[in-house]
């Protein structure tokens, strides 16, 4: 499988044309046997605080894509930041290891107090 590198995956973000978040929800009256359903509405949690958008089915398709757009946002950034997780811990490791090979004999110390 070829892994796409971080120019990649940010070109692709940056093509993402809109995002939308929450969970979208189908729901019907049981009272209202003769009204068009079903209908639909957006939640999304923020600052703290549940809120619910009520989508119109003109609406539908483009909240249905928005939602689409934000769940390839997420697992493209996951991917970013993954790669960038195991280029940072290899950077860290490589940096280790140089450390470790300048100095091969320990150091002597001579006290200036002679």
Same mark, same amino acid.
């Given at each position: 499988m $070829?892994? #796409?590198?971080?120019?990649?995956?940010?070109k %692709?973000?940056?093509? +993402? &044309?809109?995002?939308?978040r929450?969970?979208l929800? !189908?729901?019907?009256? *049981?009272?209202? #046997?003769?009204? !068009?359903g #079903?209908y639909h509405?957006l939640? /999304?949690?923020?600052?703290?605080? $549940?809120h619910?958008r009520?989508? #119109?089915?003109?609406?539908?398709? !483009?909240?249905?894509a928005?939602?689409?757009?934000? !769940?390839?946002?997420?697992?493209?950034?996951r %991917?970013?930041?993954?790669l960038?997780i195991?280029?940072?811990?290899? $950077? +860290?490791?490589? =940096?280790k =290891?140089? &450390?470790r090979? *300048?100095? /091969?004999?320990?150091? +002597?110390?001579? &006290? &200036?107090? /002679?």
């Amino acid at each position: 499988m $070829n892994t #796409p590198d971080k120019h990649q995956l940010l070109k %692709q973000i940056s093509a +993402i &044309s809109a995002m939308e978040r929450g969970r979208l929800s !189908a729901y019907s009256f *049981k009272d209202r #046997p003769g009204q !068009a359903g #079903p209908y639909h509405k957006l939640q /999304s949690w923020e600052s703290g605080k $549940n809120h619910t958008r009520y989508v #119109p089915a003109d609406e539908l398709p !483009a909240v249905e894509a928005a939602l689409a757009g934000y !769940a390839q946002y997420e697992q493209l950034t996951r %991917q970013y930041a993954d790669l960038v997780i195991a280029e940072t811990r290899q $950077n +860290i490791a490589s =940096k280790k =290891k140089t &450390s470790r090979l *300048k100095s /091969s004999s320990p150091r +002597i110390r001579r &006290s &200036s107090s /002679s």
